[in-house]
Structures are given as C-alpha cells and as structure tokens.
C-alpha cells in the first residue's frame, strides 16, 4: 500500500520553484502569522500617532501622515504575502528572508513618531528611519526573486523582472533620504515612489504570472483584517478606561464596552460576507484591484481604532477637540471601510446588486443619525453605540437577504 509523501523534517536549503496554485488544503503557514505579528506594532504605532494628532485638532497633518504610513505598512505586506502564496517552500532561506523582512517593519515601525512629527511641523520631511526600514524589507524581497529566478527556470523572467524593477525604485528611495528636498517636494516625490511601486507587479507579471493560492491569498488577507481589527478592540479599551476613570463604572462605560464590541465584531461580520476565494480562483484577472482596494479596507480599521483613541482622550478631558469632531474619527473611517466594501465585492464579483445600495444607505443613515446624536447633546459614548449599528444594518441585511442575492450572483458569474 503506497503512503503519502511527508515533507522532510528539516529546514535546509530547498528549491524556490512556483506552487501549485490548485493545492488542496492550502492554508497560512506558522511563519507568516509569526510575520503578521510585526504588523500589529505597525498598525499601532500609526494609529497612536495618527490619534495625537487628531486630539490636537491636526486633522490634514494627521491624515496626510497616516496616508503613507499606511501605504507602506500594507504595502510591505503585501508584497510578501503574495510572493510567498506562490514560491513558499518553508526552507531555510525563506525563514531566514522573512526574519530579516521582520526586521525592517520594526524599524519602519520605530520611525513613524519622527515622520508623523515632522509632518505636522511642516519644515521638512523626516522619513529616514521609516524609509531604512523599507529598504531592509525589500533587501528581503529581491533576495528572494534573485533565488527564484535561480531556482525556477519558468519563472526566470518574471522574477528578473521584480528583482531588477524593486531595485531601481529603492535607489530611489534611498537618494530621498540624502537629498532631503523641501517639504512640498519631499511629499510629492514619496507620492510618485508610492506609485511606481504599484507599477511593479503588474509590469514584471508580463513576463508570466506568478502561481499564487486564491484561497491561500484570500485567508491571508483575512487574517491581516482580523490583526488589524485588533487596533479598534484596543480603541474600545482606552475608552472605557477613561469613562470608569471619570465616573467609575456606569451606564455609559457599559455603552462604550457593548458599543466597542458590537463595532469590531459588524465589522469582522461584514468583511467575511465576502466569498473573495471562491471569486479570485475563477477571476484571477481581477486579484489587483481586490489586492490594492485591501489598503483602503486595512487603512480605514486602522484608522477606527485611532478614533477609539482619541474618544478616549476626548472622554478623559485630555484633548483640544469636541465630541462631535471626536465621533467623525471613528464615523468617518467605518463609512470608508463600507464604501470600500461594498465596491470591492462588486469589482471582484463583476455584477452591481441595487440591493447593496439600500444596505449601504441604511448603513449611512446610521452614522449620520450618530453624529446627529450628539450634535444635539447626547454623550460621546452614546454616539459610539450608535455608530456600532452601521455595520449591523449589513449583517442583518445579509443573513435576512442578502445571501439569496449573493448565492444567485455566484451562480450567474461562476457559471458565466
């Protein structure tokens, strides 16, 4: 009787040859959730930063900082994410490549304080240490195209061309930090980097798409939600330790606790409604947008947790801004992330729902109504609970409904 195969037991120097991208059972390996744990620092640091600022009333410097520290937080991401869903083979060089990659988003981590500062002072652009930290994640990155073009003859093209592109860009990343241009250009020329390096893989992809899992990619991305989703459990922490430390425990302490939890746990709901494997393995052509859209997705939970944290300060007495602007840091954020929704699963699914437009404005009313709330003189906290209800709205609709629309789609585009 003839026995599967087991991978061996060590860790040496295996092959760097492309995966199949139909492997069955195919799921996130221990390294890269030990190298999602880095991203929990990153996140954040952002967020800590971001909310400082929003507090002070900072609201442009803080949104202009936390745009690219974003970026190049989800950016590193999933740059990694990808290329390993296609060539990780769980030997020594890729552990050791993601270690170092590891490295550099602490790093980059460590310089956000000095980045975000110097934004809002609005001199000149403090990005060394942040862009140190890049550099060393795609040291990582070329190291391992280098070793794929070497070990992958298929693949020999393509991975040329990631190397040699993610190069030319880091020069010049690298010539930024020296040059130290004035404010305004220093923005400009991190905004054109920025976009060079979107530019990358669909430019090195004609030389033959690389095998990644759709499954595979789309627990991965899954799962940087739920760390991300981590920031607004921390947020909801803050807030009820400011309101049980200005009144002990009462009945709006309770509201920040079952608004908080209500909050991450419509927004987990809502994000997973989304069959993005089941799509991405019959459209593969349609994995950038859905990959890119991701940042926003990432970007604006992030950006709730942060208003968490400035409600807090806000509820504590500590900070330069209303309740008003304080409940806008959280509202606004939940909207991008159901905008961002909502266009994502119709990207990827490739057919437009009117039904999602009712869930959506149902959605809105919800936010407005919270803001409307306490413009008219209800606590912080009491907006808070109300804004929790926005993504309920769609969880509702979509276990009443939705799924029915959602099951019809799949047969109509699976079948197409």
Not at 249 to 261: F, K, P, R
């Amino acid at each position: 009787m003839s026995q599967t195969a087991q991978p061996p037991l060590h860790h040496r120097l295996r092959r760097m040859v492309g995966r199949d991208p139909g492997e069955t059972h195919r799921t996130a390996t221990p390294l890269e959730l030990l190298y999602d744990l880095t991203f929990v620092v990153a996140f954040s640091q952002a967020g800590s930063q971001a909310a400082h600022l929003l507090e002070l009333g900072h609201f442009m410097s803080a949104a202009v900082a936390f745009f690219f520290a974003v970026f190049a937080i989800c950016w590193a991401w999933i740059n990694y994410s990808w290329l390993a869903s296609a060539y990780d083979n769980d030997g020594v060089f890729v552990r050791i490549a993601t270690m170092v990659q590891m490295l550099g988003v602490l790093v980059l981590a460590l310089g956000l304080p000095d980045f975000f500062h110097s934004i809002d002072e609005g001199h000149h652009v403090d990005n060394s240490v942040l862009i140190a930290g890049y550099v060393v994640i795609r040291v990582s990155t070329i190291a391992l195209w280098l070793r794929i073009a070497r070990d992958d003859p298929t693949a020999r093209r393509t991975a040329i061309r990631y190397a040699v592109s993610l190069g030319v860009v880091q020069v010049g990343w690298v010539v930024l930090i020296f040059v130290n241009p004035p404010f305004a250009l220093a923005l400009w020329l991190m905004l054109l980097f920025g976009i060079l390096e979107v530019i990358v893989p669909p430019l090195a992809e004609r030389g033959g798409a690389t095998p990644w899992h759709p499954h595979h990619i789309a627990e991965r991305y899954g799962l940087l939600v739920i760390i991300t989703l981590g920031e607004i459990v921390l947020g909801t922490i803050l807030a009820i330790s400011a309101v049980v430390e200005e009144q002990r425990w009462s009945i709006e302490a309770a509201g920040v606790a079952l608004g908080g939890t209500l909050l991450v746990f419509g927004l987990w709901w809502s994000y997973f409604t989304m069959p993005s494997g089941t799509l991405l393995a019959v459209f593969r052509n349609r994995s950038y947008v859905w990959g890119y859209g991701h940042i926003v997705v990432f970007g604006s939970l992030a950006a709730t947790g942060a208003g968490l944290h400035v409600a807090a300060n806000v509820i504590a007495g500590e900070a330069h801004i209303g309740a008003v602007e304080a409940l806008l840091t959280i509202v606004i954020p939940v909207a991008v992330f159901l905008t961002a929704l909502f266009v994502l699963y119709a990207l990827l699914i490739g057919r437009f729902d009117p039904f999602h437009i009712a869930l959506f404005l149902a959605s809105a009313a919800v936010l407005a109504a919270a803001v409307v709330a306490v413009a008219a003189g209800a606590s912080l906290p009491t907006g808070i609970l109300i804004t929790a209800f926005a993504p309920v709205v769609v969880v509702v609709g979509y276990e009443t409904v939705g799924h029915r629309h959602q099951s019809a789609a799949l047969e109509r585009a699976l079948g197409a």
